[in-house]
């Protein structure tokens, strides 16, 4: 067993750190199997001497954090004790990102994980970005975000948001009211990230103006995408072909950002996912860049993380029982 001390300079960032009710602290005692006692400008650690260590390092982030004003909140802190069992807190100061966008209700939307910091630097320095990773990452919110701060700064004329129907295949013609109404459930969480950054009444006016639309793919058929901030979710249900018409829509001053999980593809077995074969012919490109994002980077609840591990895992085991039995 061993001591560990840790200054706090501001009774403010002490009451941000230790949450309500001390509740973060509990966190970190119960995720490190450490001893956490709080003696006025203090933090006294004891236990073993690798979980004090990490403790340490994890609650002097938090200070860190806490002094460029971010609110602590328990996926920050699991995050800042991955970094630290991964032997990556030198990577805690990225944490405290500028502000990418501020939302209608005054919401600052910045990276909260390191390789969503990677993912809008990504954006930030490409015409092409492709982002891929499990749910919850923020591919797709991230990717609005990123184009709503460059249509306020008037770097882009147009926001375009599109996606592939795939999901409902044969089930559109069951549904109720012409082509658009029949899209629209697809298209839904494209709605809910522009109502959000927008508000409604904003939202309304711009795509009553054209510099807003959301449209099915099959609508970017036979176009060229000028002064457009151009995003594609659900890449990973596009065909060869379609993606491959959605990327030659590419105009002048435009830049696009395809996002998708090659996990979850709806595509009958014999179709080879168009995100897919993009990772493999677009690498290398200039000014194209693939940014993959991990469970690590999922900013929703923490069993979200364990689930998609836990599929992982799974997936993980079926191809090695598989390849046993090949051989």
């Known amino acids: 067993m061993i001591e560990q001390i840790v200054s706090i300079e501001r009774m403010e960032e002490a009451i941000n750190i230790f949450g309500s009710f001390d509740e973060n602290m509990r966190l970190i005692e119960k995720e490190l199997d450490v001893h956490v006692v709080d003696r006025e400008d203090q933090l006294k650690i004891s236990g073993e001497p690798e979980p004090v260590m990490c403790a340490a390092k994890v609650i002097q982030g938090l200070i860190d954090l806490s002094a460029r004003g971010e ?9 800042l004790i991955q970094l630290v069992q991964s032997g990556n807190e030198d990577k805690i100061q990225t944490l405290a990102a500028d502000v990418l966008c501020v939302t209608a209700k005054g919401k600052p939307v910045k990276a909260k994980t390191v390789g969503q910091k990677k993912y809008l630097d990504a954006i930030q320095n490409n015409t092409i970005t492709l982002g891929v990773g499990p749910a919850g990452t923020g591919k797709t919110y991230l990717a609005v975000a990123a184009a709503v701060s460059a249509f306020r700064a008037k ?3 147009r926001i375009i948001l599109t996606r592939p129907a795939v999901e409902a295949g044969e089930r559109l013609g069951f549904l109720p009211g012409d082509l658009q109404s029949k899209v629209d459930p697809y298209l839904r969480p494209l709605y809910d990230a522009l109502f959000e950054m927008l508000g409604a009444e904003s ?27 151009i995003i594609l979710d659900e890449a990973q ?31 009958p077995g014999d179709k080879v996912s168009g995100l897919k074969e993009a990772m ?14 991990t469970d690590s980077d999922v900013v929703r609840h923490v069993i979200v993380q364990r689930i998609i591990k836990a599929y992982e895992d799974d997936e993980n ?9 090949k051989t």
């Not at 909140?73 to 699991?78: H, L, S």
């Not at 490109?285 to 693939?290: A, C, F, K």
């Open 71 to 79: 609110a602590i909140n328990e996926q920050i802190i699991r995050y």
């Open 155 to 157: 770097e882009v004329n």
């Open 203 to 229: 939202y309304a006016k711009y795509v009553e103006r054209g510099n807003i639309e959301v449209a099915p793919l099959a609508y970017m058929r036979g176009r060229t995408l000028d002064d457009s901030f």
């Open 237 to 267: 249900n596009t065909s060869r072909e379609q993606m491959k018409m959605f990327l030659t829509r590419l105009g002048f001053g435009s830049k696009i950002v395809i996002t998708g999980d090659i996990t979850q593809i709806d595509l």
């Open 280 to 293: 493999r012919v677009l690498r290398g490109v200039e000014g194209i860049e693939i940014c993959r994002l």
């Open 317 to 325: 085991k079926r191809k090695a029982k598989r390849s046993h039995e």
